[in-house]
């Protein structure tokens, strides 16, 4: 089974115009290649099932973030943002909703709480809307996730402006991964190039966190040689069962597109030994959903 443990509906750039006009005065204009407003649910669902099926995804975590609060409200509002991820995961099981809400709004505790009663299995944050996942304000989140036993999945590495990158060191999930021991942590994107080796050290310490492998098509693209070393500090460290496998598609795609990443996974055994170490099968198996299928509590 493989399961994309992060992607999304919309990209941020279709969701919020603002933050496309900035993006191409930055580094990421090759991000910005969607310019239709995240209007036609139908068209859209249609487009990620078809990205799905060539792909061989069996089920796409469809992960939140609320950036309303630093970059101003998108189209729709947040409820009607996690509503409709519900609604979707509950007309087809391929979609797994993560609920997505900026823990600084007064209402965060009781709109996450709806979303997971409206059948959410994961609970996402974005730090670089501005506050740390240490923040006392996220308490109340943690504790719903432990309260529904989901895993909670936070951003992690330097980003695009109008985001910020402050909050999303890894080092903000560690009080947190240390104060609800029982509910387990994604390090999305595994703090990217800026924070990878402190990733992987909290995670050596704290067995309920693990690391979310997307963007890291692009430093697949920019050193492969990078890219493989570290998949083997962190078979070395921790293993490779704790290792998600996620796209962050669509925002993504024109770099890489799913299949191929789902390509390079399915060659690492082959692509590894090229680079002096071992990845197998099963563990191939394990990142690609294996892993995630328990995380979440679906079928494996
Ligand atoms: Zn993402």
Known sequence: VIIDLHRHMWSVFERYSV??????????????HFTAPAEDVEGRVAEIRGEMERAGVDRSCLILGDYGL????????????N?????????????????????RRDDAAALCRASLEAGARGIK????????????CCRPLYELAGEYSVPVAIHTGPTAAPLISTYSSPLEVDEPAADYPDV???????????????A????????????????WQTLLLEDEAGFMSRLREIKGAIGLDRVLFGSDCP???KIMDLTAWVEVFRALPESTARHGFEVSAGEVEEMLGGTAARLLGVEG
């Open 200 to 215: 992987l050290d909290l995670a050596w310490w704290k067995p309920n966190i693990y690391l979310e492998l997307s963007l």
């Open 83 to 103: 509503a409709l991820q519900t609604d979707l995961a509950r007309a087809d099981e391929r979609f797994i909703a993560f609920a997505g809400v900026d823990p």
């Open 125 to 136: 944050l974005h730090p670089g809307a501005g506050f740390s996942p240490s923040d006392p």
């Open 251 to 253: 925002g993504i795609s």
């Open 184 to 198: 387990d942590f994604i390090l999305l994107h595994a703090g990217q190039r800026a924070w990878f080796q402190l």
């Open 70 to 81: 630093r970059i101003g409200e998108g189209d729709r509002t947040i409820e009607e943002e």
């Open 19 to 32: 933050v496309a006009d900035i993006a191409a005065r930055s580094g990421v204009a090759g991000h910005t």
